[in-house]
Every structure is written in structure tokens, then in C-alpha cells.
């Protein structure tokens, strides 16, 4: 019996327009009217959740949002820190360092916001800057991040390939003690060592008691694979990537942007 799901934001809960459409809507509202609880678990930070709790009517007493792959845990109603995980400052220093001598774009997530060298026009956007809390770094001293709680370090690349080939350096400048996970099929996210969304979500589950045979969970990329190895019942959306699917025991008809949340909760609860 599920008594707890959680899915992957971009790619999955949202669509396109990064919003969540109607069907996966109305689908978390019936579960959680059953007493299901319905969480939601992100690579991004607390910052960049924007309105999507609220559009997905996640956000009550008592219920909690995974954030950076599991590096924190907020408190979904009052965005409080119930538990963090930081990356080390001289790992994220490292990242930076590399990323800046081969001209590549890169960030630094604290608890405040993110830090940034190389930002594309996307990035660079007012909207985006001022939705997403990024500032960006013109010197070489990151003195200032020494005292801070580190989330992650993540390097942006539209050439995945080319991220794929860079972990061995990224790895090395963090003594192998790392979680290197990918998403979007642009960001290569270094996280804390042991620090991924399956351990995060095994902490919450620990919380309400509940068996993690009984949790549903919802993803589509690479930094959602710990959690749905660790699931009683994964589903994988039609857009995910191969390897998602293959890990997954259950894969959507739909995308992201036709409510493939929406039917993986229609598919394992409501029916």
C-alpha cells in the first residue's frame, strides 16, 4: 500500500513552462485526501522552488521538501532547515578553480543563494537572476563562502558528453570524496559524500515511519536514480533517459508535459 510519494521537479512534476499541469494537479490532491503524504525532491536550491509547491498544493504541516539531491531537507510550510548536508569548502574552491581555468560555467550553492563564473544569457537574464538569487563572482577570492553551509558545486555544459568526460578531474580535485550526479542533460551537480535524493528520502521516511516498500516515487534523470532504487514501486516518465528507465519498474505513456506525475499516481494509487 503507498503511503508516501515523492517526484522529481524539472522534467517530471513540471512541464516545459516549468509549471505543473492540471492532471498531476488534481492527482496529488486526490492521494493526499486519501492520506497519502505527496513530497517533492529537487536538485534545485530552497531558493529556485519559485510557486511549483504551491501549484502542486504540496506544501502543509508536517511535510517536507528535498532540496540540492538531498544536501538539505526543508520544512515545505515554513522553508525551516531540518537537516543539511554540506559540500567542504576547499571541494567547492576546487570545482571553482577548475571550472574558471577552462572557461566553464559554474555555481556554488549556499543556504542564501548561488554564486556564479561564466554565466550564459540565460543565466545572466534579470528574471532569472532575480527568481533564482544568483550573484556572480568577477575576483578570485572566496574567502566569504569559508563560514557558510556549502549545498553543492555544479558545472553547466549543453554537452553532456563533454561533462561525462570531465568527472575523473572533478573527482580527483575532491579526493573521491563526492556524490557526482547529473540532471537536465546540462548540469554536472558535486555534492557532499553520501548525499543523494535515496538517502534523503529514506531520512523522511524514518520520520513518519514508514516502510519504504510503501513509498512511490517519481523521476526522469540521473540525480533521481538513488530514489528510485530505493522505492517500493519507481516509475520513470516517457521522457527520461534509458538508464532511468531501466532502473525504474514502471515506465509512463506520458511526458512531463502531459501529466505523466499525474498517471504514474492515477496507475499505483487511484485505481
Avoid: W
Wanted: aromatic share 8%; proline share 2%.
Amino acid at each position: 500500500m503507498i503511503e508516501l510519494i515523492t517526484s522529481d521537479i524539472d522534467e517530471t512534476l513540471v512541464d516545459d513552462t516549468k509549471n505543473v499541469p492540471v492532471r498531476n494537479r488534481e492527482a496529488i490532491a486526490r492521494a493526499q485526501e486519501m492520506g497519502i503524504i505527496v513530497m517533492l525532491a529537487t536538485g534545485r536550491g530552497p531558493y529556485e522552488l519559485r510557486t511549483i509547491p504551491d501549484q502542486a498544493g504540496v506544501i502543509h504541516d508536517d511535510r517536507f521538501i528535498i532540496c540540492c539531491n538531498g544536501a538539505i531537507i526543508l520544512d515545505a510550510k515554513t522553508r525551516e532547515i531540518i537537516k543539511s548536508y554540506p559540500l567542504e569548502y576547499d571541494y567547492a574552491v576546487n570545482v571553482f578553480k577548475y571550472a574558471k581555468e577552462n572557461n566553464l560555467q559554474a555555481f556554488i550553492y549556499t543556504l542564501e543563494k548561488k554564486y556564479a563564473i561564466n554565466m550564459d544569457e540565460f543565466e545572466k537574464s534579470a528574471e532569472y537572476t532575480n527568481d533564482t538569487n544568483v550573484k556572480q563572482i568577477t575576483g578570485n577570492n572566496l574567502e566569504f563562502l569559508k563560514d557558510r553551509i556549502i549545498l553543492k558545486a555544479l558545472i553547466k555544459n549543453t554537452d553532456l558528453d563533454f561533462l561525462h568526460s570531465i568527472e575523473p578531474d572533478i573527482a580527483e580535485l575532491c579526493n573521491y570524496d563526492v556524490e557526482i550526479a547529473y540532471s537536465s542533460d546540462m548540469y554536472m551537480e558535486i555534492n557532499a559524500q553520501g548525499v543523494d535524493k535515496g538517502r534523503a528520502l529514506t531520512k523522511v521516511c524514518q520520520h513518519y515511519g514508514i516502510d519504504m516498500a510503501n513509498t512511490l516515487v517519481i523521476g526522469d534523470n540521473y540525480n533521481d536514480i538513488a530514489m528510485l532504487e530505493v522505492a517500493g514501486t519507481s516509475v520513470a516518465v516517457a521522457n527520461a533517459h534509458l538508464q532511468v528507465k531501466e532502473v525504474a519498474h514502471h515506465v509512463t505513456k506520458a511526458t512531463n508535459n502531459e501529466g505523466a506525475v499525474g498517471e504514474a499516481i492515477e496507475t499505483f494509487v487511484l485505481n
